[in-house]
């Protein structure tokens, strides 16, 4: 079975949701597609200003260079796109008078800091994308008014520590993407009140260990993204509030050990990677309540990169793999290193043989 580009990335349109049923790459395209539009009719627009297109909802607003930021945007402002300027600040009232503004993207700018009374104009925000900046930290209260916030990208910045007061009034935040930063680790209760959070994106960091609490206020997950990190063990209790988690992406980390429960009471699981880590073997009970016999699990898994050592203690693997084999992904890439008389082999051919 091969993996699914679609299934196995951790950006796509499905995660990337904005509230009211459009993601932010749909909206995007949707705002591109009226580029070509008036390229169509021959309206030329000015290089030197923000394009600014109307509707009945409000007014969309793209700057890109070479174009000048304005002083005012249009107040009618509900989508605003700030993007490819070497900018390392932003004025405290950027967005002032731009009360209706709901979407705002800020990517691959070189922005370093924000003023904690940055977003106070913009109370309706559902969507900041922060995407490849420079930031090393956030300003307490920068959110304080932003309880309709749904979404947050801080995705590729330098941020190596994070703060639970640097996220307080995030009341409605249903999807956070702190993915290719520079953390090792994170604070006890950082999520504690993110009760409506359903995607949480922390891939290529540098975490090692996890806070035991970190999952214990999202307990409405339907993506957990671990994968590019430095994690060892997966433990008993870090998953087990988690019953509609759906896809699980925990690759290329250095993780040895998984405890007999770290999976107990994922019944929902459609999609599981544990490739390209350091398992040489797992617990008897770690699959009972994922694939068949129970479920199906839609969307597959992969085992693929690890050492396994095929001998009995792998029986329990061996029966669960041949149940779920047509959801499989990488089979041929999962195979045995060990003992000397199976290295090499497909790990589904030894679980087959035995």
Known sequence: MEKRETIMSSWSPERNQSPGGLSSHLSRTLFLLLLSVASAQDVTPNRDTCLVFQSSNGSSVSC??????????????????????????????????????????????????????????????????????????????????????HTLVLKENRLEILEP???????????????????????????????SLRILDLSNNQLKTLPSDLLRGPVQLERLHLEGNRLRVLGEGLLAPQPDLRYLFLNDNRLATVAAGAFRGLQQLDMLDLSNNLLTSVPKGLWTSLGQPTRDMKDGFDISGNP??????????YGWVVANKDKMFSQNATRCAGPEASKGQMLLEAAESH
């Open 64 to 149: 890109h260079p070479p174009a000048k930021l304005p002083h005012r945007f249009p107040a009618d402002t509900v989508y605003l796109v700030v993007e490819f300027f070497n900018l390392t600040q932003l004025r405290a009232d950027t967005l002032q008078g731009a009360s209706n503004l709901q979407e705002l993207h800020l990517s691959t700018n070189q922005l370093e800091s924000l003023s904690p009374k940055f977003l106070l104009p913009v109370p309706l925000l559902k969507v900041l994308d922060l995407t490849r900046n420079a930031l090393t930290q956030l300003p307490p209260g920068l959110f304080r008014v932003s309880a309709a916030l």
């Open 165 to 195: 007061s640097w996220l307080q009034g995030l009341k409605a935040l249903g999807h956070l993407d702190l993915s290719g930063n520079h953390l090792q680790t994170l604070p006890p209760g950082l999520l504690a009140n993110f009760t």
């Open 308 to 317: 396994w050592i095929c001998d009995r203690n792998l029986d329990d693997l």
